[in-house]
């Protein structure tokens, strides 16, 4: 059975820092492409960041050069290390898994954590 649990949200002010983590278990952590995304209420939920066994991570234009996506394939952890944030990152920040590729859609991934929330003020 694959369990995702996220963690480390949080409120900060802008230009504040916080770091994601999801933990996984279950499944052959090693096979499954990860991926972090985010839905606020007024948006549809988008991919921020991805990374899969091989090859380097990927980023949505809003977050590159201020969030560092890496993966921990002993631990089974994902992070998210988000720098420099700002007012528009607030959301509800989701950690997802794949099998093997990296999709750019929500429904690419068949598996999900309960979410953490991040709240960035002005």
């Known amino acids: 059975q694959v369990q995702l649990v996220e963690s480390g949200g949080g409120s900060v002010q802008a230009g504040g820092s916080l770091r994601l983590s999801c933990a996984a278990s279950g499944y052959t952590y090693v096979r499954y492409c990860m991926a972090w995304f985010r839905q606020s209420p007024d948006k549809e939920r988008e991919r921020v960041a991805a990374m899969g066994s091989v090859g380097g991570p990927s980023y949505a234009d809003s977050v590159k050069g201020r969030f560092t996506i890496s993966r921990d394939n002993t631990k089974k952890i994902l992070y998210l290390e988000m720098n420099s944030l700002k007012p528009e990152d607030t959301a509800m920040y989701y950690c997802?898994?794949?099998?093997?590729?990296?999709?750019?859609?929500?429904?690419?991934?068949?598996?999900w954590g309960q979410g953490t929330q991040v709240t960035v003020s002005s």
């Open positions: 997802a898994a794949a099998l093997y590729t990296c999709g750019l859609s929500s429904s690419a991934y068949p598996y």
